[in-house]
């Protein structure tokens, strides 16, 4: 039976056939593609929930001073980190303004920033918080929120009510407090850890470096191993304190964190390592009760800034500048800082704008002994900090010598390949 | 139909694109555009560098196997009979793990719902597992497995093991374990459908002619039922070894290969190296070796289904 | 012509009425032994331990987070709250709304279903009709692609998405689901057209009508049950990706329903009644859809199983 094509109707079904196909095509992609022209900026960042609304707060008041209607979009860690630079590569993109708090982030995409030398005034903030986002002068983004991690958050109530009281050294730390804590009916375990990204685990390990280690022990592991191994001794010594105490039990097991909050505030943890942000959150019923203290005798505090920085191809440039001069302005900040949960980058906002708690951790933070270090995972970031992440998981779940130092080397072994030697 | 064939300027082209070829020709671009030539362009991916793009031969295979923070293959824990074992090792206890029971567990519902009243149903309710997506599946095992909230520990507590209680996925002792554990739950109904059809292709006679032997239904079970499911079975193996092999999804969801990589596996391994991470070179020779091992695999049974 | 046709369905009827005729088992013995009472209950205590996950994110979905907090087999206090469900719907606690994640779903899954039955039936239809050797090596090919993991082709893919722009664009992901499609499909397509007799096509052909009528006319309608099992398990298929929907599609508004949930576990309070809700919304489609054509699903899934 022959196979050939009998009849030039053969050649035009099949060409019809590839028509439809290849017009269909055009036309779903031309209808998802011309999103209508919008006159409003559209800004990304990282915040939901209460946070998110705070911050709205804040573009409305923008948009009522200056007319231009701004767009808000949370989006995830992971895609605001991974994803969001591959659509900066690639023009045309919708994005505006991004709110990111990863200075190495900013520093590697600054091929697809606009700078923002000329927008800001840089004497407004103090220089380690200008520092990490500039590059030969040129300044890549314009600081916003700070937080820190300031120590160890507890109730009030819950200190009195069981005649506990705030510890001045390591050793009172560990020897009275925790086991007091322990002590108390209906304590699960006296330190709650957080989980679900890891950057809570984090927070409190920062917080054993500078407490046991001093601050510049900090600094060094941001540099990477050219300054110091995650193997040396000194680092070596914080994490077998750490894991001491993991082993004891004086830790929970690491569950989501402001699920932990809730717990913290029903009396099933004593303490909790957190960031300033704790204030605004729902868990925490009150806040005049809630308070925190440093980690005994500690020199340092991980801070992390959030930065706005306007992207090369901005559909609205010149609004996109005015919005981020807006948001690093003290007017912006205060309207921030009013609302709680947020301390202030630009120092012309005043100490009186701030609650009670807030200001503590503002003076806190500010005093003499004290230096504000960048966030430790923050600032390395990539792989090594889901690594970190990671590797702090195991070592909670499963504290032992053996464990502490597969987890040294296997950061080490991360900070080589990313930071170099 | 007769053509003036020397004259006639679309002759070759007719004679080309005969009917049985033009019609091949949508389902040969897509491949081409999204099959062949990512495949080609990995595989390619794989031997150079990711900083440089020079050619580097294996040297990114040897990385991804054997060093880095997270080796597929680590040969140090692997001795001292430590987690973690390394990605490709968690996909190999996965299958020694899970395809047993699964193949065994999937026959032996086959044929004891066969003949109970509403089996169908209860086949139905147990194919549920297949048919919803697998991060739902992990949800719902995060959430069975989780310390309070979970049914699991429920029962050890009402069995007098409260003990031992604990949020198990989180350990890294018990991640791996635990999420094996969940996707047994979720693919034994593909092995029990399977099975349910190869059965029906058995011929009732030799039901009948054993009966009449007087032979017990353990000896019919072993003597007729089993081999003449043979087919079958390489099917069941073929396509549990395959989901095996490529597990992503429960992963993901339940512990992100956590905790300190106990739970890691070969294609979340290549998602967080090649993708988050943004070092395609690695990524692909991690995707490189788990294709090789589909596809040998595959022909592998392939050939053995053509054997009488 | 017409009668041809009917005399193939009377030819084919009787042929099926005298299988069926064939495998009616003799009647059953009313007899209930111990026998069967075991595995009767062996049965329901299988279909309870398959039961209870699915109750229980059920009834954790539809109570408030506080009282599933320490276990949902708690049954007091019990009180109704279906506005867990809203809450995942509208993505009020979590900002990411179900609702549309779903919507988003379909626009991709809708087209990712028939296309690739278009595309895969044309070329299944040459493999079957014009056997070459040529064709028989590919149809090799085709067997092997089957099991390629996603990974391998998914680095080069992103890559030209970025550039084509197809990133966060349902398009892209289509055509590739289009193309993950094909291999099995033909597959099965060419098994089903072998069955059918050449006899009405080669009467059709020789009455005149061109390749195109007969495919159009006569083959189609009767694949028609082939189909709807492609249908089903496709559907299914694209509906439950995770890896292709996580990697392209990055933009949380454009996210696809399976892609939310993890977003919900990672994201906030683990609250389960939340998780639950949502993990029930996303998985009625592709329960649905298999309840609805559970045979044609069971049957291509099957396809492979029951060979001579």
Redesign the interface.
């Known amino acids: 039976m022959s196979n050939r094509l009998s009849g030039i109707s053969k050649t035009l079904v099949a060409i019809v056939l590839i028509i439809i196909i290849v017009v269909a095509g055009v036309a779903v992609y031309v209808y998802y593609a011309s999103t209508p022209q919008q006159t409003n900026l559209t800004v990304y960042a990282l915040w939901q929930g209460t946070e998110e609304d705070n911050f709205k707060q804040a573009l409305g008041n923008f948009t009522e001073n200056t007319g231009i209607e701004v767009t808000y979009f949370g989006r995830t860690t992971e895609d605001l980190l991974v994803s969001v630079p591959q659509q900066l590569a690639n023009p045309p993109y919708d994005v505006d303004v991004i709110i990111a708090p990863w200075p190495y982030w900013i520093k590697d995409n600054s091929p697809y920033l606009t700078a923002v030398t000329d927008v800001i005034t840089e004497s407004d903030f103090p220089a380690n918080i200008i520092s990490p986002v500039k590059t030969d002068g040129t300044i890549w983004a314009a600081p916003f929120k700070l937080s820190g991690k300031p120590g160890f958050w507890f109730r009030d109530s819950f200190f009195q009510n069981n005649g506990l009281s705030v510890p001045t050294t390591y050793e009172e730390l560990v020897a009275t407090l925790l086991p007091a804590i322990q002590a108390v009916p209906g304590i699960e375990q006296p330190i709650a850890s957080g989980d679900t990204d890891g950057w809570p685990l984090s927070d409190t390990t920062e917080g054993f470096i500078m407490g046991l280690g001093g601050y510049q022990l900090q600094l060094d592991l941001e540099t990477g191993p050219s300054a110091r191994n995650w193997t040396d001794p000194q680092v070596r010594n914080v994490f077998a304190n750490l894991t001491g105490i993991l082993e004891a039990g004086y830790f929970s097991t690491p569950a989501d964190w402001e699920a932990q909050i809730a717990k913290l505030w029903s009396g099933q943890y004593g303490l909790y390592w957190q960031g300033s942000f704790i204030t605004t959150l729902p868990e925490v019923q009150d806040v005049n009760d809630l308070d925190f203290f440093p980690f005994p005798g500690t020199t340092g505090v991980a801070g992390s800034v959030d930065y706005a920085v306007i992207t090369k191809e901005a559909p609205h440039p010149d609004e996109a500048r005015q919005l981020v001069q807006y948001l690093a302005g003290a007017d912006a900040q205060e309207i921030m800082v009013k609302q709680g949960g947020f301390l202030a980058t630009n120092v012309n906002v005043p100490n009186s704008a701030y609650t009670t708690i807030d200001s503590k951790v503002v003076a806190f933070m500010s005093q003499p002994g004290i230096t504000i270090v960048p966030d430790l995972d923050d600032t390395i970031g990539g792989q090594w900090q889901t690594t970190f992440w990671d590797q702090l998981k195991l070592l909670w779940t499963s504290p032992s010598d053996s464990t502490m130092n597969s987890v040294l080397n296997a950061l080490q072994t991360a900070a080589i390949e990313q930071q170099g030697t | ?1 007769m053509k003036n064939k020397n004259k006639n300027p ?1 002759f070759f082209l ?2 080309f ?12 671009i ?2 081409m ?3 062949f ?3 080609v ?2 595989v390619y ?1 794989s031997f150079i560098s990711n900083t440089t793009g020079n050619f580097v031969g294996l040297e990114n295979y040897n990385s991804v196997l054997f060093h ?3 080796p597929l293959i680590n040969g140090p824990n692997i001795l001292q009979g ?1 987690t973690p074992l390394g990605g490709l090792v968690n996909n190999f206890i996965w299958i020694g793990i899970h395809l047993p029971v699964v193949v065994f567990s999937g026959m032996f ?1 086959a044929v ?2 066969r ?5 169908t ?2 086949k ?6 297949v ?6 599946g ?7 497995l ?4 979970g ?1 699991v520990n ?1 029962f050890l507590s009402l069995i007098g093991l409260g003990g031992i209680t ?2 198990w996925y ?4 018990t991640a791996l374990l635990s999420i094996i554990l969940g996707s047994i ?1 979720i693919w034994t109904g ?1 092995g029990m ?2 099975y ?3 059965l ?2 058995i011929p ?1 006679e030799l039901y ?1 002619a054993a009966e009449i032997d007087g032979a017990s ?1 353990w000896k019919t079970f072993w003597r007729i039922t089993v081999p003449m499911l043979r ?2 079975s390489i ?2 193996v073929t396509m549990t070894v ?1 989901w095996e ?2 597990i ?2 429960i992963v ?2 339940v512990t ?7 739970s890691d596996v ?2 979340y391994r ?9 070092n ?1 070179a690695a ?2 020779a ?3 070796l ?2 090789l091992m ?2 040998g ?3 592998y049974m ?1 050939s053995r289904m053509s054997k009488p | 012509m017409k009668a041809k046709i009917a005399t193939f369905f009377s030819k084919a009827k009787a042929y099926l009425v005298s299988q069926f005729k064939k495998i009616k088992l003799p009647k059953e013995k009313p007899k209930i032994t111990r026998f069967t009472v075991l595995t009767h209950v062996a049965a329901w205590v299988i279909a309870t331990i398959w039961i209870i996950p699915f109750l229980g994110i059920f009834i954790a979905s539809i109570r408030p987070y506080s009282e599933v907090q320490f276990g949902w087999w708690n049954l007091q206090p019990f009180h109704f709250d279906p506005t867990n469900f809203i809450d995942a719907w509208s993505g009020q606690t979590s900002g990411y709304p179900l609702g549309n994640a779903m919507f988003n779903s379909l626009l991709v899954t809708i087209p990712a279903t028939f296309l690739p039955i278009l595309i895969s039936a044309l070329a299944a239809y040459s493999f079957a009709r014009f056997r070459s050797r040529t064709k028989d090596i590919l149809f090799l090919i085709l067997v092997l692609l089957q099991t390629i993991p996603q990974q391998a082709v998914i680095i080069p893919i992103y890559t030209l998405f970025n550039n084509l722009h197809l990133l966060n664009n349902y398009i892209g992901l289509i055509l590739l689901h289009t193309a993950f499609g094909l291999p099995w499909q033909v597959l099965f397509l060419r098994n089903f057209f072998s069955t059918l007799p050449i006899e009405i096509e080669e009467a059709a052909r020789v009455d005149g009508a061109s390749y195109y009528k007969i495919f159009r006319r006569i083959v189609l309608p009767i694949t028609l049950p082939a189909l709807a099992s492609l249908v089903a398990l496709q559907f299914v298929f694209v509906w439950n990706d995770f890896f292709f929907a996580l990697t392209i599609i990055t933009d949380p508004r454009l996210a696809l329903a399976p892609q939310v949930i993890p977003l919900l576990v990672g994201r906030y309070f683990a609250n389960y009644s939340l998780l639950t809700a949502g993990s029930i919304l996303v998985m009625i489609l592709p329960i649905a859809i298999y309840v609805a054509l559970q045979r044609y699903y069971v049957r291509g899934l099957t396809a492979g199983a029951v060979k001579g």
């Open positions: 139909m679309f007719r004679r694109f005969t009917i049985s070829r033009l019609f091949l020709i949508p389902a040969f897509f491949l555009i999204f099959v030539y990512p495949i362009a990995t991916t880095g923070v997270y430590v519902l004891l719902l003949d109970v009243k509403g089996g149903i209860i139905s309710i147990v194919f549920l597992g048919v919803i997506p697998l991060v739902v992990g949800v719902l095992f995060r959430f069975i989780d310390k309070d909230a049914v429920a604990r949020t989180a350990f890294a002792d739950w593909f459908i399977v349910s059809a190869g029906q292709g009732v009948e239904r087919s079958t099917v069941v395959l092999l490529k992503f999804d993901y969801v992100r290969g956590g905790p300190g990589g106990a070969l294609a290549m998602y967080n190296i090649g993708i988050f991470g943004g395609y990524g692909s991690i995707a490189v788990l294709t589909t596809i695999f595959a022909a392939v």
